[in-house]
């Protein structure tokens, strides 16, 4: 079927046959053709719906991945293989949507795929970011941001013809809604639903990503995360955040009356997961809405309440937003009645300040709302859950034990396996037959070929095979030169100081000073960081210039560079993700512990083989009881010993400096002679200021084990079939982390979709 289409759509678009058909062209023949596949699809539906509300969807490039879905996959790439093509290639002329940012992100749209899998009614719900957070570009070693634009006539972005209003405090503008198609692997379609500004202006953008902040009739969907370093900034975030909700809430109560339900019927034909705080103003806007339509709002405020859940995916306290009330006066003065009517019914029953959504400050706290007014809140590993319990929503859970519950994340690994490493799951699929690609637990199978020592071998040489490619990549789109048969040890997410990259660079230069006093390690070690650092972050922008810095150090200097590299990535995406996650065989998840909720790299790693260097943090936890402790690496404080750190302020990096030489000698290269005459002497010293006096996510706590545990991976590398061992047994046992596991727990135990149906 796809040859005859392909053939025909080339000749009807382009006039050319298929011998003659450029890269461009088979692009476009193909999006229009599993475009056309999909919308013959029907709609997953069912007498309850779901809306997946998110302010990231990291969904990457969809060619390949729709393809799989549609089964047609392999008959493309066959037919362009005749033709001196790979769909990889083809793959490339597409723009990579600029959706989203890290693991939020991400999870979300591998969540939207899993939905769709499953054959669950239910659609992701977004914005039409149309520059993304950014494109990094690396000038004198710094990270600089510009715009990263993705929308095209080529696009997957569909109009609908949808449009509703959204009332500022200022002015009134108009939300259009576009849809990019979600197929699902066994035959129906959902969506991702992405409302877009229709007045936006891209010409407003200046130099960078600069742009006027207060000019929020054309800028409110022109980036991801506006830069809140300012008031005005600030504000603009709240603007984006309402102008999603209530654009939200109008499809919801829509679609609703098209499906011939009462908006009072809301809490039975609908459900709506808030996927972290951005966009808990959906509570009372619905409520609001509401009450338009007659449901006095107490009314309404139960109804709302029993629709709608909410996801928490950090402890940090930075993202558990808190807005003030005022702000919220000045961008939507509508919802303040509500608001403070909600605190009201709330604190008439729960009288504790703790547990006030609105504070003696005037600040509105979105968590607080969520859970007074949702009926499940859920964290995302069960160490995360854990700690929401016993510590930062203490309060609510003695208030509401029965609203608490863990889903731990998952991958789909239609995309991170089947689509991301073609080799390697060819090569799971000799040896345990393909149930695996419909069912992730049949990777268990794998563990008797753990034995095999010709299993074993074609598995390194598999991986060798990945490193050499993204070696090539990397050369081509950055002129890195990478040496295969070194050990490649890769730390690729979202730059954080708790995510602790600087430890992993700070044990980069423990190796350097290694080398150069004649202690080579066993063989030559590759450090590649992926990551981008928010545009205001002052000090994740510090720790990527010292990574450069020191990456340029290290080639500089003969005695070291045959025995050490230090690559940053630039411009992490999806697209890098696909390069870099197949060929890792150290995988960095070295976060603080009790910092990092989930994770959903490690599970990506985890799959393709990586061995996991980590804390015993969000998901390691887990991954580390399904693998064995001898099949990962772990080090550092526990989270109870952390936790009791920040409880007792007894956490003092300069004392451990003054008392610990070694760590000292470590922390001081920071601001080395020939590092800061390749770098910029303020922005090493503000490193190292904050390193040697507050280190607030504790890298000095846990360095020295991390160099032993490290040190101990290496040693253990060169038992090169003990390592296929570890390997194999990572992959056998990634099935647990599969998101259509998690899905099917969310809808369990959360959103009853399927038992709706029954």
């Not at 990527?544 to 990456?551: A, E, K, P, R, V």
């Not at 411009?571 to 995988?587: D, F, H, M, Q, R």
Request: charged content about 25%.
């Amino acid at each position: 079927m796809l040859k005859t289409a392909l053939t025909q759509t080339l000749w009807d678009r382009f006039h050319v046959k298929p011998e003659q058909a450029s890269r461009r062209q088979f692009y476009l023949a193909l999006l229009s053709i599993a475009q056309a596949e999909t919308a013959r699809r029907p709609r997953n539906a069912g007498p309850k719906k779901l809306y997946y509300v998110s302010a990231e969807f990291l969904i990457g490039k969809l060619l390949s991945n729709n393809l799989l879905s549609l089964g047609l996959y392999e008959e493309a790439e066959q037919f362009l293989a005749g033709f001196g093509h790979t769909l990889a290639e083809v793959e490339e002329e597409e723009d990579e949507p600029s959706l989203g940012n890290g693991g939020l992100g991400r999870l979300a749209a591998c969540f939207l795929d899993s939905i769709a899998a499953l054959g669950l009614p239910g659609d992701g719900v977004g914005l039409n970011y149309h520059e993304g957070l950014f494109r990094q570009a690396i000038r004198q070693r710094k990270q600089c941001e510009e715009p990263d634009p993705w929308i095209s006539p080529a696009s997957w972005l569909l109009p609908t013809g949808k449009r509703f209003p959204v009332a500022f405090g200022s002015c009134e503008v108009t939300a259009v809604l576009y849809d990019i198609a979600v197929p699902g692997c066994n035959g129906g379609r959902n969506a991702l639903r992405l409302f877009d500004l229709e007045t936006v202006n891209e010409d407003i953008i200046e130099d960078g990503i600069s742009f006027d902040k207060t000019d929020v009739a054309h800028n409110l969907t022109l980036f991801l995360y506006p830069d809140d370093s300012d008031e005005e900034g600030r504000l603009l975030r709240l603007y984006q955040q309402y102008f999603l909700v209530s654009a939200t809430a109008q499809l919801i109560l829509e679609e609703l009356r098209e499906r011939g339900f009462a908006p009072e019927e809301l809490d039975r034909h609908a459900v709506v997961q808030i996927n972290d705080t951005h966009p808990s103003l959906l509570i009372p806007e619905l409520i609001r809405l509401l009450g338009e339509e007659g449901v006095p709002l107490e009314r309404a405020a139960a109804v709302v309440s029993r629709s709608c859940a909410y996801t928490n995916h950090t402890i940090l306290a930075e993202a558990l937003e808190k807005w003030p009330l005022e702000s919220i006066e000045t961008v939507a003065p509508q919802l303040v009645p509500v608001i403070e009517a909600l605190d009201r019914l709330a604190a008439q029953a729960h009288p504790a300040p703790e547990v006030r959504i609105i504070d003696e400050d005037g600040l509105v706290h979105m968590a607080r709302m969520d859970i007074h007014y949702g009926f499940r809140v859920n964290g995302v590993a069960a160490l995360h859950t854990e700690i929401l319990k016993k510590k930062e929503l203490r309060p609510f859970y003695e208030i509401y034990p029965e609203k608490f519950t863990n889903k731990t994340n998952g991958i789909t690994f239609r995309r991170w396996l089947l689509c991301g490493n073609r080799p390697l799951a060819g090569w799971i699929e000799e040896r345990i037959g393909p149930d695996f690609r419909k069912d992730a637990d049949a990777l268990e199978r794998l563990l008797p070929f753990r034995g095999d020592e010709d299993s074993l071998l074609s598995l390194l040489e598999l991986k060798r095979g990945a490193k050499r490619r993204l070696a090539e990549r990397l050369l081509e789109s950055q002129g890195a030169k990478l040496d295969p048969d070194a050990v490649f040890d890769i730390q690729a997410k979202r730059l954080h100081e708790y995510k602790r990259q600087l430890m992993n660079a700070l044990y980069a230069v423990y190796l350097y000073l290694e080398i150069k006093e004649g202690r080579r390690p066993p063989r030559p070690v590759t450090v590649l960081f992926a990551a981008k650092a928010a545009p205001a972050y002052t000090l994740a922008k510090d720790v990527i210039h010292f990574i450069l810095c020191l990456s340029a150090l290290v080639e500089r200097d003969p005695a070291a560079r045959n025995w050490l590299k230090i690559v940053m990535v630039e411009n992490y995406n999806v697209t890098k993700a696909g390069w870099l996650i197949p060929a890792c065989e150290i995988s960095e998840q070295i976060s603080l512990a009790s910092q990092e909720a989930s994770g959903t790299g490690n599970m990506k790693f985890m799959l393709n083989g990586a061995v996991t260097l980590g804390t015993l943090d969000g998901a390691n936890v887990e991954i580390a009881g399904r693998v064995g402790r001898e099949n990962i690496a772990l080090f550092g404080k526990s989270s109870a010993e952390v936790l009791r750190l920040y409880e007792q302020g007894a956490y003092d990096p300069d004392a451990l400096l003054r008392e610990d030489p070694d760590l000292a000698r470590l922390a001081d290269f920071i601001l080395h002679g020939p590092l800061l005459r390749l770098g910029d002497p303020d922005s090493l010293f503000r490193l190292y200021r904050d390193l040697s006096h507050k280190d607030w996510f504790m890298t000095l706590l846990d360095l020295k084990d991390y160099i032993r545990a490290k040190d101990g991976l290496l040693r253990r590398y060169e038992d090169r079939l003990r390592w296929a061992r570890m390997s194999l047994t990572n992959i056998a046992m990634a099935g647990y982390f599969s998101s259509d596991r998690t899905i099917r727990e969310y809808d369990r135990d959360i959103w009853h979709l399927e038992e709706a149906r029954r």
